[in-house]
């Protein structure tokens, strides 16, 4: 039992590696850039090595000479590659290589022929040329740098769904409580309440969410200074590779990367931010402020529908709001035409018509409920 694990074992590592140089040798096929394909060609050699080394170790375990041909899956995707363009199964690559990433930390003899880091190397550069399902060009080398990040439109943009989120939840709860007859007063607590809640649940998500990121950040820094210092050779050869990207060549890259990891501190930083994409200054930004302006932008939505309420009752109210709430939606729909590239009116109408379609199916259902009850 124990020898049939481990020859399977080596054989799901062979086609492990059998279909990554397919793959990576597809993409260097169908990549236009020359400095690209041959950095696909370099990480196809990597595999092909890799596999290499764990068909000798299974034809030994099993006393014959095993070939395996690459998958279904890795074939569909070489001929999505050649027939599309790369583009189309980066993404798809990318999430391969980070599911891989840790496949060999418990492998003995992989950890002895150093595959984990180049496994590490290797997700780090598809998940870099992931990032426009170009390539290594343009802005994803730029977010390898961590510049010109795009941070004023992606703030834009969740603002825009932030005060989104509040402005239909909230409608859609006090809609559904004025559709069950309740009094005004019943409607302004339970709108206050869900504004206090929903605005609370946004922001402590955010900040569970930045805190997260700063703390795998840090962590991923904490990883990379270890293997600068135990592996210096190895992250020499992971620059050489992105500065290659950027076009330089092989002795420019090399030469400039050779002068950056001579000053250990800066060949930190410069590593972290060229391979892993982080500004080790802000790590992703704070997490009070992100909550803060979570809270924020929720309660500056949720707060349209329960206005009335605050000065009005009855169906006078709940009309206001009704309408106060459509004024809303339809700015909001015409922020999101900033960042989306479709027409303003279109998605004003398409905002409105969302939102309204939520509103009206709680009213329905508070209705049902409180003819139930009563």
Partial sequence: MAEQNEQRRLKG??????????????????????NLANIYRRLAAVERAHAEFWQKRLDRSTGRSTTLSPSLRARGLSWLARRFGPGVILPTMAATEARGMSQYDTQPDAVAEGMPKDERAHARIIHAASSTHKGLTGPALARLEGRHRGTAGNALRAAVLGANDGLVS???????????????RTILLAGLA????????????????????RELYEKQIATEAAELQQSPEEELEELVLIYRAK????????????????????????????????????????????????FCLFAAGAIFPVAPFLFLDGPAAVAWGFALSGVALIAIGAGTSLFTGRSLL???????AIGYAAALVTYGLGRLAGTAVG
């Fill in 247 to 294: 076009g330089l060549s092989e002795s420019e890259a090399r030469g400039l990367a050779g002068r950056l990891l001579g000053q250990k501190e800066i060949a930190l930083d410069t590593l972290v931010r060229e391979e892993l994409g982080i500004d080790p200054k802000t790590l992703g930004g704070s997490p009070w402020a992100a909550a803060g302006a979570s």
């Fill in 346 to 352: 279109f998605s004003a109408i398409r905002q409105l």
């Fill in 170 to 184: 909230n409608l859609s709860l006090v809609m559904g409580i004025a559709g069950a007859n309740a009094s005004g």
């Fill in 13 to 34: 590592n062979l086609q492990d590696e059998v279909d990554g140089a397919a793959v990576y040798a597809a993409l260097a096929d169908a990549e236009k850039d020359p």
């Fill in 194 to 213: 869900g504004l206090i809640a929903g605005a609370l649940s946004m922001a402590m998500g955010e900040w569970l969410s930045v805190t997260s990121s």
